[in-house]
C-alpha cells in the first residue's frame, strides 16, 4: 500500500518568504508527527496531532512555525518569514492508534538563501 | 526521557556480522529500546524493538542483558545496502504521544 508522502521533495525560498510544507499519512492513521532534521543530526520533533487535534507543539522553533491538520488526514506545516536556520529537512510520519511504530515519509528539503 | 549513547561510526566488510551498542544508563522501567534506521535521502524505518532479553526479527537482533542499562543491536551477513545511520532510540512508544528522540546515531559504512 501507498505509503506517508510529502511535497514538494525539494523547495528553495529566498529569506522572508513563506513556505507550506504538506504531508499525506498513511489511510487510517490517527497520529501524524512533524520532525525537523538538521544536517548530519537525527531528527527533531515538532509538534504532534492525533486526528485533528494538536496535543503537543513543544517542538517548534519559534512561533514563525505553525502546523495544522483541519480534517485529521492531510496535514501542513507553514513556516512564516524563513531563515536561514530553518534550512532542514522536513520529515512527516505517522502511526495507528496503540501502535509503537512510527512510518515516516521522504522528507521534505527546504534551503533558505 | 533516558539519554543514549552509541559510536559515531563504524565499518565493515560485506558479509560480516555487525553489532552496535547502545548505552543508556538511565532507562525507566517503562521505557523500550527501539531502533531505527536511515538511508540518504529517506525518512527513518523501523528495524526493532525490545523491552528485554532478546528480540529477533527477519533483519535483525536486539540483546538487551538483565539490567538494561545498554542494548546491541545486531546484523547479520551484512551487505552494501545495509550502509545506513543506525539510531537507538529509548523512551515509553507506547503512550498516546510517544514522541521520538533520536540522537546522531551511528553511521554503518559496508565495503567489499
Redesign the interface.
Known amino acids: 500500500g501507498a505509503g506517508v508522502s510529502q511535497s514538494p521533495r525539494y523547495k528553495v525560498a529566498k529569506r522572508g518568504q513563506d513556505v507550506a510544507l504538506r504531508c499525506d499519512p498513511i489511510s487510517g492513521h490517527v497520529s501524524l508527527f512533524w520532525y525537523q532534521q538538521a544536517l548530519g543530526q537525527g531528527p527533531e520533533f515538532l509538534t504532534y496531532f492525533q486526528n485533528e487535534a494538536q496535543l503537543d507543539k513543544s517542538g517548534l522553533p519559534s512561533d514563525r512555525f505553525f502546523a495544522e491538520r483541519p480534517e485529521g488526514s492531510v496535514s501542513t506545516l507553514k513556516i512564516q518569514r524563513t531563515q536561514q536556520e530553518d534550512s532542514a529537512v522536513y520529515l512527516c510520519a505517522s502511526r495507528t492508534g496503540g501502535s509503537y511504530e512510527q512510518y515516516f515519509g521522504p522528507g521534505t528539503r527546504l534551503t533558505v538563501t | 526521557l533516558a539519554k543514549t549513547t552509541q559510536p559515531i561510526s563504524m565499518d565493515s566488510y560485506e558479509g560480516q556480522e555487525v553489532n552496535i551498542t547502545c548505552s543508556h544508563n538511565n532507562i525507566a522501567t517503562n521505557d523500550?529500546i527501539?531502533w531505527y534506521q536511515q538511508f540518504p535521502?529517506?525518512?527513518?524505518?523501523?528495524i526493532i524493538?525490545g523491552y528485554k532479553t532478546k528480540v529477533t526479527n527477519e533483519v535483525a537482533s536486539l540483546f538487551i542483558p538483565a539490567d538494561r542499562k545498554s542494548s546491541t543491536l545486531s546484523l547479520p551477513r551484512v551487505s552494501l545496502s545495509d550502509t545506513a545511520?543506525y539510531?537507538c532510540l529509548v523512551g515509553d512508544?507506547?503512550g498516546?504521544?510517544?514522541?521520538?528522540?533520536?540522537?546522531?546515531?551511528t553511521r554503518l559504512q559496508v565495503t567489499l
Open positions: 523500550y527501539t535521502s529517506q525518512g527513518p524505518r523501523f524493538q545511520v539510531y512508544l507506547t498516546t504521544a510517544s514522541k521520538l528522540t533520536f540522537g546522531t546515531g
